[in-house]
C-alpha cells in the first residue's frame, strides 16, 4: 500500500503510471482524458477518449466525454455520433438527449429537436430544462406544423412554476 500511495501524488500520475503497467485499461484512458479535457488540452483528451472507446466499446462515460470533447473542438458531427452511441448504451440519459437537442437546434433540426425534449419529458416530466426548451421551439418556430403556442405555454409555466420563478 504505501508504494502504491507513492504512485498517487495527483490523479494525473495516477492514471499515467495504471496505463504504464496495465494493459487495455480504458477506466484509465478515459480519466485521463477528463485530466486533458480539464487543461484544455482537447486532441490529447479525444485521443484517451477514444483509446478508451476503442478498448470498450460500451463505456459509456467515454463517449459522454468524447462527445463533450468535439463538441468543445467545434466537431459537431462527430460529436452527434457519440452522443447517440451513448444514448444506445444509456437510453434513459436525460442530459446527453438534452445536448442533442440543442445541437438539432443549432443545425435547423428542429423536429428532431422537439423529439429528444419530448422523450426526456416521456421518462422524466418535470424535467424543468426539456420543459424550456420545448416550450421556446413550440412558440417561435416557424414552421406552423411545429409550432403550437398554448403547448408552448403551458410548457413555459410548468418550467417556470419548477424553478420557483428563478427562470
Not at 480504458?26 to 477528463?34: E, H, P, S, Y
Not at 470533447?69 to 444514448?87: C, D, P
Not at 428532431?112 to 425534449?117: L, P, R, S, V, Y
Request: charged content about 25%; some cysteine.
Amino acid at each position: 500500500a504505501w508504494l502504491q500511495a507513492s504512485y498517487w501524488k495527483n490523479s494525473e500520475s495516477l492514471w499515467t503510471h495504471a496505463l504504464a503497467v496495465t494493459s487495455d485499461n480504458d477506466v484509465a484512458q478515459n480519466n485521463l482524458g477528463i485530466i486533458l479535457l480539464g487543461r484544455g488540452q482537447v486532441d490529447e483528451a479525444i485521443s484517451r477518449f477514444e483509446k478508451a472507446v476503442a478498448l470498450r466499446p460500451d463505456n459509456a462515460p467515454a463517449h459522454d466525454n468524447l462527445a463533450n470533447a468535439f463538441l468543445k473542438k467545434g466537431e459537431v458531427r462527430e460529436a452527434m455520433v457519440h452522443f447517440r452511441k451513448l444514448l444506445e448504451i444509456q437510453p434513459d440519459n436525460r442530459q446527453a438527449r438534452t445536448i442533442r437537442g440543442t445541437v438539432f437546434v443549432q443545425q435547423g433540426r428542429i423536429e428532431e429537436a422537439a423529439e429528444q425534449w419530448r422523450e426526456t419529458l416521456a421518462m422524466d416530466p418535470d424535467n424543468g430544462n426539456a420543459q424550456s426548451n420545448l416550450a421556446w421551439v413550440l412558440a417561435t418556430c416557424p414552421e406552423a406544423s411545429i409550432r403550437d403556442g398554448a403547448e408552448a405555454a403551458r410548457l413555459a409555466e410548468q418550467a417556470l412554476k419548477l424553478s420557483r420563478g428563478n427562470n
